[in-house]
């Protein structure tokens, strides 16, 4: 079936891509969203600046929108993607990296609907911790680029998603019981390279911004593009 990805630059819609791969669905196109609010309902925004260059590191076109990211308006913007989606690459279906919120999931099922698309979430309601060990056994190099949690402090930001992560994140999770996939918004992500990858991102220059001791964003400043060797 011919498909977009909604995609952010996050882990999740970087897996649910590899999955619709893995399924044979031919992804014509990715889908983003740009929000001018920091705390979209919807939408994933720390460096969402950059997935244009995630798109050119996967080789797949991407089509942009832009939202002042009000509650339920900003649905109207995704919608419009979507649109543009079907008029210029034809497709039929949509993959969503949902993992548990309700809120996210129902809203792009209702406009599928509407636009007459099949909706796949294959990470819906996934086991966190088998999912986590999933995702780092599967080869994607990814980095933690925001937090907004109790226990979670600066040291975390570029912190790499490895096995080691998850231990501390199980230990957390134990005591403050945040999400292993960071669902809530305990964490956010950006993917630098993975096994769909055609090229691999390498950031240049970063800043740390923290607004208290547990929430805070990595910025990236710059990056670029490296051709990847054979064995990669």
């Known amino acids: 079936m011919k498909i977009a990805c909604l995609f952010s630059g996050g882990k999740d819609s ?30 994933h925004t720390p460096n969402i600046e950059y997935v244009e260059v995630q798109a050119r590191a996967l080789d797949i076109p991407i089509i942009i929108e832009y939202s002042k990211g009000e509650k339920e308006k900003e ?4 919608k419009r993607a979507l649109k543009k989606s079907i008029k210029e690459y034809n497709i039929k279906g949509v993959y969503c990296g949902a993992l548990a919120s309700n809120y996210q999931r129902t809203r792009v099922e209702k406009i ?9 979430s294959p990470l819906w309601h996934k086991e966190p911790e088998a999912y986590m060990n999933e995702l780092i056994k599967s080869g994607f190099k990814i980095l933690i680029t925001a937090i907004a949690s109790f226990g979670l402090s600066k040291k975390w930001l ?7 992560v ?15 996939g ?16 055609k090229k691999r991102v390498k950031i240049l220059d970063y800043a740390i911004e923290m607004e208290n001791e547990y929430t805070g964003r990595l910025i990236i400043r710059d990056l670029s593009l490296i051709r990847k060797k054979k064995q990669d």
């Open 112 to 120: 599928c609907n509407e636009l007459n698309l099949t909706l796949f």
């Open 182 to 197: 960071g669902e809530g918004g305990e964490y956010e992500t950006f993917v630098l390279d993975g096994p769909i990858f």
């Open 166 to 180: 998850l231990d501390d994140l199980i230990k957390l999770n134990k005591k403050t019981k945040i999400h292993l």
């Open 14 to 43: 970087t897996y649910a891509l590899y999955n619709a791969i893995q399924e044979e669905h031919s992804v014509e196109c990715l889908v983003a969203i740009k929000s001018k609010r920091r705390d979209s309902w919807m939408f």
């Open 75 to 78: 649905l109207y913007d995704l």
């Open 158 to 164: 570029g912190r790499k998603l490895d096995k080691k």
